[in-house]
């Protein structure tokens, strides 16, 4: 068990803990499979993964697990409410150019939805801005601007507001720090937006 947790991802790992054994789970821009496998191994779970790259899709088949190609903008429309326990979305929602119809898609899919996504609220971010005039550069944002696949990134507060004009219910909120360690207080109270590199909600339809 030590080896496999320590080969996913910190944030992968809070939230395959918070994913009851036997659940039906659809992890949506899967990638090549890493909790998919964790959650497959170790926690008996049903889990299927939709990957946007072939090259993901290729290597989580050749592990032996259920994933498709699909795009979350368009193929999530084609899943019947309900179908799964928990629909996941780690670090891709900022990526999609729909983040409020994924969303949407996510509660009605799963009987919960759990995303990650970064904050630019972050204070590092709110710096590098500031002191260099550049679109900053951090560890859960890596990428220079004219190369990024993000479109549509937001700050804690931004996704806490979406889900308020969505009437998404959100059930748990962990904010993160840039490695993906759970801090010691909610994402939804104050410092949460300056202090958290990312975050972690667990959501359904309100």
């Known amino acids: 068990m030590n080896d496999a947790r320590a080969a996913i991802r910190v944030d992968l790992q809070l939230i395959a803990d918070m994913v009851p054994a036997g659940s039906r789970v659809l992890d949506v821009g899967c990638g090549e499979g890493a909790l998919l496998r964790y959650l497959s191994d170790f926690k008996q779970v049903d889990a299927r993964g939709i990957e946007l790259s072939m090259a993901g899709v290729n290597e989580g088949v050749s592990q032996g697990l259920s994933v498709i190609q699909g795009d979350a903008d368009t193929d999530l429309d084609d899943y019947p409410a309900g179908a799964f326990d928990y629909a996941v979305l780690s ?24 995303l ?61 720090d840039r490695n993906g360690n759970a801090l ?23």
């Open 91 to 114: 670090q891709t929602l900022q990526a999609t150019r729909q983040p409020h119809r994924v969303v949407e898609n996510l509660v009605r899919i799963g009987r919960h939805a759990i």
């Open 184 to 206: 010691d207080w909610s994402a939804s109270g104050p410092f949460a937006n300056l202090l958290a590199a990312q975050a972690l909600f667990v959501l359904r339809q309100g």
């Open 116 to 176: 990650s996504v970064p904050n630019f609220g972050f204070w590092q971010v709110r710096w590098r801005l500031m002191t260099r005039g550049r679109m900053p550069q951090t560890e859960t944002l890596p990428y220079l601007w004219y190369d990024t696949p993000n479109i549509h990134l937001c700050t804690i507060k931004d996704f806490l507001a979406l889900c308020r004009d969505l009437r998404v219910e959100v059930e748990r909120a962990v904010p993160l």
